[in-house]
């Protein structure tokens, strides 16, 4: 009996052990949709476009777009701290570069994106919101061109697709940079008829708009020396209703972003769920617990003019013993100067003033000055003010403060130079410079100068109109004066001293110290090569090379 | 019938092979191990037994309480029928009650020799065989304690005339030829020859074999003979186990198996155990083994030593392929500790100990590391960092004002604890013939080398056997572990391995003494002592519950469900931390404390059911194993995190902020279920043979990949059973050819690579966070299993008192799941592609020796292998970085430069070939592959790998009266080691340099060990040869000295055993690797909490 027993039991076990349904074995991720189910409603599009506006805000070190970075690796700037990074201006980038493959392959996650939210109107099963559904396309497209604009500036002719490659037709070859503007081009006229100019939603401020759209257009034109079509863009952007803001020094500040008319497009950042970004710790001086790690070199300091328009080898207003005096506000805008006030702590970086001043204290205090003896502290002697800003101590690592993308002022700059050069000089070109250097009480540019003489106004006004704010490569790259400006020492201040008498300048704003009786004082920062051969493009990353054998190598990389 | 308490027995066998059918080589077996183990008295007189059986055979009785107890019958079927068909009903007997009322009648009498019996008639007795003799031969053959060993087999050489040895040992032969020889055998004895001559009496010692040939070791779902193994299994015992002082168990492994590589990465508290590889790297995706605790999946490292009873390594396929789709790197089966079911016992097992580094760095004094930096920056015409002035003045500031102008050793600053370590095990065991029980309580706990920081492990084990009746039993275990890793929520380990001498430890602010703000990094002082902390605890509670059921005899049934429940929950306290300048101004890292709490939770579910049926047809064996299984996994983790903790002393969330509070959380599952059988036939326990399939599904792959099939086949030939190996068996008396193939798979790819998911992409519009999703993988539908074929050939013997095993195996996977690289421009990460296809071809080589004489035993044993790791196909994916995988060369192999020597000078520099980066004089030349005058990435080349070669052990064993020692050597024959960075090179990313790098290349030092120092120069850091190093070493893993105080001493405090000992772990090491880091350190900067030399001391205590 017993036995019989124990039988069923067992055989009731076993049954109920291993004739569960075939369902056991289909496990699937918990939080997020496949692939094979996703994309057939209009809020599933929404999500896949805001997932490809993601892509701008990809690391690229220290969460910051990688725009901010290019001017590091320009004449005007430096980064200590990231050696990879250097190889960019320094003229030692090899194709195994990490740094130069991640600018590649986050430009092309960009890509990816948003040619799979465009994709994605195909998909849907149901449209209730036609306009809406447009609109989000062209968001996705106008994201897109943005991305293989830098991709082409950067590396020149670059694989290209708008539909997303399966894996057996992943091996293609490189499109010619032209190919790609053009459609580049075509794509942001489109795309600026669907887009609006604003958004009413509060939570759909900072999607592209059309000023954005028409601005990249000037921009892409523009660098492609495709004066009509820039002068064209930007026209229409500056009949949207943008203007200057009144205030330069507050651009970099997050609570003078939010009413500004002037950004037409930025990165926000917010401090929580998402982390804020560290441009404050990597930017402030070594007294603030920043790193001194970005900074300007001794030329970005010597190029912003006099306070009455002329650079400082011919300025009599300049003193070479009060060099920071009388010379355009952007100077103290943009960037620390020794002498400087920063956060109510006097910057001083000579190298024997190992006390400065405390404002903080009543009565002031004199304290160590680590911005003069730390070995780390700004190898330049000068510091980055904008989007250094910091208010308490969590910021140094955490800033809202967002990145400008796009502003009025560039779209400025893009009409007057295109204008300039395509020999259209007339007095909307005066309007437009003037409108800059107005702002800053800087006086007007002479009129009935010549083309040359504006272009030389312009290049200059653009290197301290927009110093920093990721640009810099671009232009020196396009106007073909890199090869002058990465070439040689990188300076930074006499450790113990001033400058005993200022550079002199060529057209394009590039001082050449060689005049300087005391230049040999100078500090080295780093030595810098540029072969005109091969350096104005970055290197294709080895690892596409290797792989594919239909992408061939930038010349003489 | 007949009863006959002491008879002088003795029969004669007309042919040799009847006694093995007569006696089979099980009672030898248990007879022996039964006489050795229990010496003592009278389980005659207590054991009792139940039967109650209608109609069954003798036989079948007797086995029935073979079954039940440890009884073992000896008879000879000849004599006494055994197929008589009986009804027993007895219950609660003892086995003389019950043997008289199953031989009422007949003329069978037995006789009870501990657990023998014997059963015999009255026709053979000696005297009537005696009668018959004209010359003969007598004698009585004991073991070396001087005991009487029945049942040894005495036959004359070359022929089939033979005897046994009755009850008492004693044995005759009759009308044997004077030039005979005689040959004594045992099983788990080793074989004896004498020359008759004129003797006429001849007594004989037998000697135990050291092997124990006896030996059952682990297999999947059962266990096996170790003679009669077909597949290659290694195993340990807790004798071997016990002898080492390690915290993680997978340390147990190193250097004591062929073919298993152990390799220790870190030294750190709780994070010290190693990396198992079995028979090399069969795929690049997960190659850890498979590791089952009492059948249930685990963490090897999640099992305290103490509790170990037993580890086997299954390494071919034939033995591992039971486990199918995750045995493809090799399968390790740990059996726990079980009570034996004698009186009450009691044992307590300890050790502590301190802990230091094997290796530091010397970094330089704070003068040189000034005038060095200069120098680099100098001489790629940067402007100097340091002042000539400081660097002159530096040692006479630094004597007037130490703190101001530092020069610190920052090692003595920080590593100031010893790493104490302290084990305790305490077990009790108990119980009688229905229920056994086992109860072991272990702790453990390790300090860090530095404060705050440590590793504690409590665990609880219970095991218990139930025994309701002959047919049913149960068994339920009860494992309990609690683990706590604490460290500072800022590690000192990364600064303290980088920060240079100059770099100040404490300022004199105001007379107190404060932490100083280096100018690069964190002080790790200041975040030892300000930083917070951070716990990892890992609670642990696992059920393993198990039914037995004998239908019959031959069948069996077993089922086990073993729920287990874990967690790891991570709490980081990150307080302020703040530092000050020498003026006294604060530094503050981190404004305000953040707490960050993760709860991560694991539920695993594994059943599975076995029948099991074994049956002796005449000479054939045959066991069926016939089972099902299925596991299914979770994972739900979630984490909440708050900052601003106004008052730091309140640790938990709800005293935090709730502005920026924050919470995440998500999970994952996986299941698999399977089918398996093994059919295990011999025919005379000489050929062998054995085959195992598993039908495992998993939800790893899409429908209509889920389900693979892993069959495999092995065959065993004991030569040494053969007649025709009679002449040899003096010297080879053991010796089995072994033959195996067989296919296993691998699974542990991720949860779901057959599809590509949507992932959060997070943007923000507005100040506000607003949710994205994104794509950043591709889908392969069309992936399965990767399949694992291994064919092994392997020779067990035994030569003179030489333990040889030799295996050579050939192993191939095919389909390894790869993330094939597609073009980057694609924008996402690769599918899963089944691609690839690695080899390893490799051997396996053990040789041991034990031998006592009188108060000296000796043993040595040797373990050597080889494994050759061959990536065969990747679809042509080649693309490297420093660690790759190309095609005809190994897993990882480093890809670099070959590095020539320096450049001399400038015209050296102009007419050699291009190379990029500041190439000044002493900077690294390279070697122009290609010669085509540039040195570009097509001069890359191998230049070395990481998989280790020849892995080797040797094991020392002496024993002297009551003292004992015992040394284990282990090392790698080949091996590459690579370090960069903040390791090795001088001042890259702020940190400083070695004395060794004083030693850098001048006009007036051409052959230095380094270039000439050049700062964050790409050149020299290229990869390349120049950075590459010998990683091969010896390691004395293991010393141990110990002393078992004398039994006549300890029977007068009613102890059982009182052991001390010494013994030191990793205490000398050489090789050739850099000067200040351990041998095993892994590839990368060399930042890692430093591999450990231990000392101490321990009791083992028993009564």
Redesign the interface.
């Given at each position: 009996m017993k036995?019989i027993y124990?039988?069923k039991v067992?055989i009731f076990?076993?049954i109920l052990?291993?004739t569960s349904c075939e369902e056991?074995?289909?496990?699937?991720?918990?939080?997020?949709?496949?692939?094979?189910v996703?994309l057939t409603t209009e809020r599933?599009l929404e999500?896949?476009?805001?997932?490809?506006?993601?892509?701008?805000?990809l690391n690229f070190k220290e969460d910051l777009p990688f725009t901010q970075h290019l001017d590091l690796a320009s004449d005007i700037g430096w980064n200590r701290?990231w050696?990879d990074f250097?190889?960019l201006g320094n003229g030692?980038v090899?194709?195994?570069n990490p740094v130069n493959?991640l600018l590649?392959?986050n430009l092309?996650?960009?890509?990816?994106?948003c040619n799979?939210a465009i994709k994605g109107k195909e998909t849907l099963e149901k449209i209730t919101d036609q306009d809406k559904v447009d609109r989000l396309v062209a968001e996705a497209r106008v994201l897109r061109s943005y991305f293989y604009s830098h991709l082409v500036e950067l590396f020149g002719d670059?694989?290209f697709?708008t539909s997303?490659?399966t894996?057996e037709e992943?091996?293609?070859g490189r499109t010619s940079k032209i190919e790609i503007v053009d459609f580049i081009l075509k794509e942001l006229e489109e795309a600026s008829g669907v887009i609006p100019l604003d958004y009413s939603s509060?939570?759909?401020?900072?999607?592209v708009t059309k000023g954005m759209t028409l601005a990249l257009k000037s921009r892409v034109a523009l660098y492609n020396e495709n004066w009509d079509t820039a002068i064209d863009a930007a026209e229409r952007v500056m009949e949207l209703g943008y203007s200057l803001d009144d205030d330069y020094s507050q651009l970099y500040r997050k609570e003078y972003q939010q009413g500004s008319t002037e950004i037409i497009f930025k990165?926000?950042?917010?401090?929580?769920?998402?982390k804020g970004h560290d441009l404050p710790r990597w930017c402030s001086p070594r007294m603030h617990?920043g790193y001194s790690a970005y900074i300007p070199v001794q030329p970005m300091i010597d190029s912003y003019l006099c306070v009455d328009g002329l650079d400082i080898s011919q300025s009599p207003l300049y003193d070479p013993q009060n060099p920071y005096e009388n010379r355009d506000p952007r100077l103290h805008y943009s960037t620390i100067v020794p002498g400087a006030l920063y956060r109510g702590i006097q910057y001083e970086t000579h190298?024997d003033s190992v006390?400065c001043w405390?404002y903080n204290t009543n009565p002031p205090s004199r304290?160590?000055n680590?911005d003069a003896t730390?070995?780390?502290a700004s190898f330049s002697g000068y510091s980055w003010r904008k989007y250094a800003h910091f208010v308490?101590?969590?910021e140094?690592d955490n800033s809202?403060t967002g990145v400008i993308l796009m502003r009025y002022a560039e779209v400025l700059l893009n009409y007057a130079e295109a204008k300039i050069e395509a020999n259209q000089i007339d007095e909307s070109v005066y309007e437009a410079l003037n409108l800059i250097r107005n702002r800053v009480d800087m006086p007007d540019v002479e009129q009935g100068s010549s083309v040359a003489e504006l272009r030389s106004i312009l290049r200059k006004e653009r290197k301290v109109e927009l110093a920093f704010e990721g640009l810099r490569l671009y232009d020196i790259r396009r106007w073909g004066i890199a090869e002058e400006v990465l070439n040689g020492?990188l300076y930074?201040r006499i450790?113990r001293g001033l400058l005993s008498a200022a550079p002199t300048f060529d057209e394009n704003g590039t001082p050449d110290y060689s005049n300087v009786p005391n230049k040999d004082e100078m500090?080295?920062?780093?030595?810098r090569t540029f072969d005109a051969s091969k350096n104005y493009l970055f290197p294709v990353?080895?690892?596409?090379i290797?792989?594919?054998d239909l992408?061939e190598q930038n010349p003489n990389y | 019938m007949k009863k006959n308490e002491c008879i002088s027995w003795e029969w004669k066998v007309p042919r040799l092979q009847k006694v093995f059918r007569i006696m089979k080589l099980t009672v030898f077996l248990l007879l022996f191990s039964v006489i050795s183990v229990f010496a003592s008295k009278s389980y005659s007189q207590t054991k009792v037994l139940n039967l109650d059986m209608k109609n069954s055979t003798v036989k079948e009785v007797l086995r029935n309480i073979e079954k039940q107890s440890e009884f073992v019958f000896m008879y000879s079927e000849k004599l006494i029928d055994v197929n008589r068909e009986v009804s027993v009903n007895v219950k609660n007997k003892k086995i003389s009650e019950v043997l008289d009322e199953l031989f009422a009648g007949t003329d069978v009498s037995y006789k009870v020799k501990n657990r023998f019996v014997l059963l015999t008639t009255p026709e053979v007795t000696g005297s009537d065989l005696l009668a018959q003799q004209q010359k003969s031969v007598s004698g009585k053959v004991t073991d070396s304690g001087g005991q009487p060993l029945p049942g040894v087999t005495v036959v004359v050489k070359g022929t089939t005339q033979g005897t046994v040895t009755n009850a008492d040992g004693e044995y005759s032969l009759t009308n044997i030829p004077e030039e005979a020889t005689l040959v004594f055998s045992f099983v788990g004895m080793r074989t004896q020859e004498v020359v008759v001559g004129s003797q006429t009496s001849i007594n004989m010692t037998m000697e135990e074999e050291f092997i124990g040939i006896d030996e059952v070791v682990a297999i999947g779902y059962g266990t096996q003979k170790k003679v009669n193994l077909t597949g290659a299994v290694n195993s340990l015992n807790s004798v071997d186990i016990e002898k080492r002082q390690v915290g993680q168990s997978s340390m147990l492994l190193q250097g004591v198996s062929p073919g298993v590589t152990v390799t220790q990465e870190s030294g750190k508290p709780g994070g010290d155990g190693g990396t198992i590889r079995i028979r090399g790297i069969g795929t690049l995706n997960d190659a850890n083994p498979l590791i089952l605790v009492d059948g249930v999946p685990m963490d090897l490292n999640n099992i305290d030593p103490s509790l170990i009873e037993s580890i086997s390594i299954l390494k071919d396929a034939a033995s591992a392929s039971i486990y199918g789709a995750r045995a493809a790197n090799g399968v390790i089966l740990v059996t726990t500790k079980r009570a034996s079911g004698k009186e009450f016992s009691f044992k307590y097992n300890g050790y502590t100990g301190i802990k230091e580094p094997t290796n530091l760095k010397q970094r330089v004094n704070a003068v040189d590391h000034m005038s060095m930096l200069n120098l680099s920056y100098e001489n790629i015409g940067r402007t100097p960092v340091y002042s000539e002035e400081l660097i002159n003045n530096y040692e006479s500031l630094h004597k007037e004002d130490p703190l101001l102008y530092p020069d610190t050793d920052w090692y003595k600053k920080v590593y100031t604890e010893n790493g104490f370590t302290q084990n305790h095990s305490l077990s009790f065991e108990g119980g009688n013939e229905k229920i056994k029980v086992l109860g072991t309580l272990g702790y453990y706990d390790q300090e860090a080398i530095y404060k705050h920081s440590g590793f504690e492990r409590y665990s609880f084990r219970l095991n218990s056997d139930m025994k309701i009746n002959p047919k049913l039993a149960f068994k339920a275990d009860v494992f309990f572990q609690f683990m706590e890793t604490k460290d500072p929520a800022r590690s000192p380990v990364g600064n303290v391995n980088v920060l240079a001498s100059h770099e100040p430890t404490f300022y004199n602010i105001n007379g107190e003494l404060k932490h100083a703000a280096p100018s690069v990094g964190g002080n790790p002082l200041a975040d030892l002592e300000q930083g917070g902390y951070k716990k990892i605890q890992s609670p642990s509670l696992l059920l393993n519950l198990g039914l037995i059921y004998n239908f019959n005899e031959d069948l069996r049934l077993e089922f086990n469900y073993s729920p287990h429940l874990w967690e790891n929950y991570t709490k980081e306290f990150e307080k302020v931390v703040e530092v000050f300048r020498p003026d006294g101004s604060k530094v503050v890292r981190n404004s305000v404390a953040e707490l960050t709490e993760i709860s991560d939770r694991f539920v695993n579910h594994n059943t599975w059911g076995t029948l099991n049926y074994e049956k002796a047809f005449g000479l054939h064996n045959l066991r069926l194993l016939l089972g099902a299984s299925q596991e299914a996994y979770s994972s739900r983790w979630f984490s909440g995190f708050r900052d601003n903790f106004d008052l730091p002393q309140y640790d938990v969330l709800n005293a935090g902020d709730l502005g920026k509070q924050q919470s995440n959380g998500s999970g994952y599952e996986w299941a698999l279920r399977s089918f398996f059988g093994r059919i295990n036939y011999d025919f005379k326990d000489k050929y062998l043979f054995e085959a195992n399939i598993r039908y495992d599904g998993s939800s790893r792959f899409a429908s209509g990949n889920k389900y693979g099939v892993f069959p495999s086949f092995s065959a065993g030939w004991r030569i040494s059973e053969e007649s025709f190996w009679e002449p040899y068996r003096n010297v080879v008396d053991y010796l089995k050819f072994r033959l195996s193939w067989g296919q296993l798979g691998n699974q542990n790819i991720g949860y779901y690579p057959y599809d590509a998911f949507l992932q959060s992409a997070t943007v923000i519009f507005n100040s506000s966070a607003i949710k994205g999703l994104s794509v950043a993988d591709m889908a392969n539908p069309d992936i399965s299993w990767e399949t694992t074929e291994m064919l092994n050939s392997g020779l067990d013997m035994n030569i003179y008192k030489f333990n040889v095993s030799f295996d050579y195996y050939y192993k191939k996977t095919n389909g390894i799941l790869l993330q094939l690289d597609v073009p980057a421009y694609l924008g996402v990460t690769p599918p899963y592609q089944n691609a690839g296809v690695v080899e390893n071809k490799g051997w396996d080589f053990s040789l041991g020796y034990n031998d006592k004489k009188d108060d000296f035993f000796y043993g040595i044993n040797l373990s050597l292998s080889d494994v050759k790791n061959k990536i065969l196909d990747l679809k042509g994916a080649n693309v490297g970085g420093l660690m790759v995988n190309f095609e005809g060369y190994p897993i990882n192999s480093f890809y670099g430069y070959e590095a020539i020597g320096y450049f001399q000078n400038d015209d050296d520099i102009e007419n050699s070939p291009k190379q990029s980066g500041n190439i000044i004089p002493g900077s690294i030349k390279y070697k122009d592959q290609d010669d085509n005058k540039v040195i570009d990435g097509d001069d890359r080349r191998i230049i070395g790998n990481r998989i280790p070669r020849y892995t080797y052990g040797l094991n020392l064993n002496l024993g002297w009266k009551n003292f004992d020692f015992s040394m284990l050597l282990q090392g790698v024959g080949k091996r590459n080691g690579y370090l960069l960075e903040k390791g090795i090179w001088p001042f890259s990313n702020g940190s400083t340099a070695l004395e060794m790098h004083k030693d850098y290349w001048t006009a007036d030092n051409p052959n230095a060990s380094f270039p000439s120092l050049s700062f964050n120069d790409s050149n020299n850091y290229q990869n390349s040869t120049f950075w590459l190093k010998d990683a091969s070493y010896v390691r004395l893993k293991n010393i141990q000295l110990g002393y078992t105080l004398p039994q006549h001493f300890l029977d007068k405090i009613n102890v059982d055993r009182l052991r001390f000992f010494i013994t030191g772990e990793n205490l000398l090491t050489f090789d050739n690797f850099w000067e200040g880091f351990d041998v095993e350190s892994p590839v990368g900067e060399g930042t890692h909490y430093p591999q450990q030399k231990s000392y101490s001391f321990g009791i083992n205590l028993s009564f």
């Open positions: 036995n124990y039988n067992l076990l076993l052990l291993f056991y074995l289909e496990k699937y991720p918990i939080d997020n949709p496949s692939v094979s996703f599933e999500l896949a476009v805001n997932g490809a506006y993601a892509a701008l805000w701290s050696g250097q190889e030692k090899e194709p195994t493959q590649w392959e092309y996650i960009g890509v990816q994106r799979y670059v694989p697709y997303n490659l894996l992943s091996e293609i509060t939570k759909d401020i900072g999607r990165l926000d950042y917010l401090d929580g769920p998402i617990s190298r006390m405390d304290v160590a680590i730390n070995p780390y308490n101590s969590r140094l809202e020492p930074g450790p500090r080295i920062i780093e030595m990353p080895q690892f596409e290797d792989i594919n992408i | -």
